[in-house]
């Protein structure tokens, strides 16, 4: 079963095109991680499969409503506490029960501290916990091992696993290593859009 | 929806939630209209509606910029752009909390600031009455101003010059019905004014919000 494609993409950040023929099909189950420099367009072709921009030219096919993204920012409340704002993202997405995202991001001891108190790590965790209260089959993650020890990278890398197993998927931007069998690469260094040779510029001053 | 309506009650009752914020600025405007005014009771009587109806809409707008913007600045609002609720629900949402939160507190404190104001008495009435029909419009073309200016680093400024325009209609219909009232005269047609405001921008501004987030989003 498939459950995101790209056909033919090509994406843009601020009217400046960055990557074009991004091609991929992922499959229930499957992980792709996305390789590349810095500011090569990872977390704009990120934004557009997340629904938050439109691609530049290209198809996309997803059902609606099926992915949970994860960027930079966390998304937390500083002064609710942690179950406070893991339980308000559950009931967005139309979920209940919080305990066993909690407890699978050893986030349980600290569930009555307000997130403003976390640290960096600690923070993202939480950021992560709330995946697993969305219920969505696709997972769009940007750097999401940024912050966390090695303990937690490898308590992450189980999460993203039991949730390939049951049928997920998910699309990484990550600098790091996973440590998944048959995780797909895709090197985005080729698809980079030779600014030369495109006259970007016409449109960017409309 | 409801419970995004009451994440934003509940963080504008915690610390730093700026809930005392426009209750506190209306209050002084209040306190200091008499000493501004001098003491002629009879004058003073006469400007408290519009002053209380002024006190009232730029103490709306002091707290506009958070609608969005806090939300942008954590990233909530690029993961509630990908959840299950329309961006329009979204906005009508935001709005709606911005008026429970700062509008609906300054409804209930203007009788008695209108006491302060010496407000004769038959002119109460039609204050809160005005404020109620009224308040709803402001916050909803706030919303709206606050969606335009949403990835603007202290866009505040900006916000106060496009919502106050906004705000002019709203202000003549309230301020006049109030007056009327205070005056003993009729003040249907004001009060109809009023409510056709709020409503007309209930129904169509979060379709234009909504528009502008999701360009000011990419």
């Known amino acids: ?206 | 929806m409801t419970a995004l309506l009451l994440r934003d009650i509940r963080l504008a009752f915690r610390a730093t939630g700026g809930f005392g914020l426009a209750l506190a600025f209306f209050l002084i405007v209040v306190v200091l209209t008499p000493f501004a005014v001098g003491s002629q009771t009879e004058l003073l009587s006469r400007i408290a509606s519009g002053m209380l109806w002024l006190g009232a809409l730029l103490a709306c707008l002091l707290s506009l910029d958070r609608i969005f913007a806090l939300d942008f600045e954590d990233g909530s609002l690029d993961l509630l752009a990908t959840a299950p609720l329309p961006m329009e629900g979204l906005v009508a949402v935001k709005a709606l909390a911005h008026w429970v939160t700062t509008a609906l507190p300054l409804v209930v404190v203007s009788p008695l600031f209108g006491l302060m104001l010496s407000l004769p008495s038959e002119g109460f009435l039609p204050l809160i009455v005005s404020l109620l029909l009224g308040t709803p419009a402001l916050s909803m073309i706030g919303a709206f101003g606050a969606a335009l200016t949403v990835g603007i680093r202290r866009g505040g400024l900006l916000l106060s010059l496009l919502v106050l325009p906004l705000y002019v209609p709203t202000l003549i219909f309230g301020a006049e019905m109030a007056r009327r009232g205070m005056d003993g005269q009729d003040y249907t047609t004001p009060a109809l004014l009023l409510a056709g405001l709020s409503c007309g921008t209930i129904a169509l501004l979060p379709f234009a919000a909504a528009a502008v987030l999701r360009v000011n989003l990419r």
Do not use: C
Request: hydrophobic letters at 45%; a neutral charge.
């Open chain 1, 1 to 206: 079963m498939m459950n995101l494609s790209a056909h033919e993409l090509s994406v843009a950040r601020g009217g400046l095109p960055l990557l074009q023929s991004v091609n991929f099909r992922l499959d229930a189950g499957r992980a792709l991680m996305l390789r590349g420099p810095n500011g090569i367009g990872k977390t704009t072709l990120l934004r557009v499969l997340a629904g938050l921009q439109p691609p530049l030219s290209g198809r996309l096919e997803t059902t609606s409503d099926s992915v949970a993204y994860v960027g930079h920012a966390d998304g937390l409340k500083s002064t609710l506490t942690v179950s406070e704002n893991l339980a308000f993202w559950a009931s967005i997405f139309g979920q209940t029960g919080i305990q066993a995202a909690l407890e699978r991001f050893n986030l349980t001891s600290l569930q009555n501290r307000p997130a403003g108190m976390l640290s960096a790590g600690q923070k993202r965790r939480l950021g992560l916990a709330r995946l697993m209260v969305t219920g969505r089959k696709v997972w769009l993650l940007d750097e999401p091992t940024v912050s966390l020890d090695a303990t937690n990278v490898v308590l992450f890398t189980d999460v993203l696993r039991d949730h390939l197993d049951a049928g997920g998927s998910a699309i990484i931007a990550s600098h790091l290593d996973i440590a998944i069998d048959g995780i797909e690469k895709l090197d985005l260094t080729t698809l980079r859009v030779d600014l030369e040779t495109v006259d970007f510029l016409g449109e960017a001053l409309l």
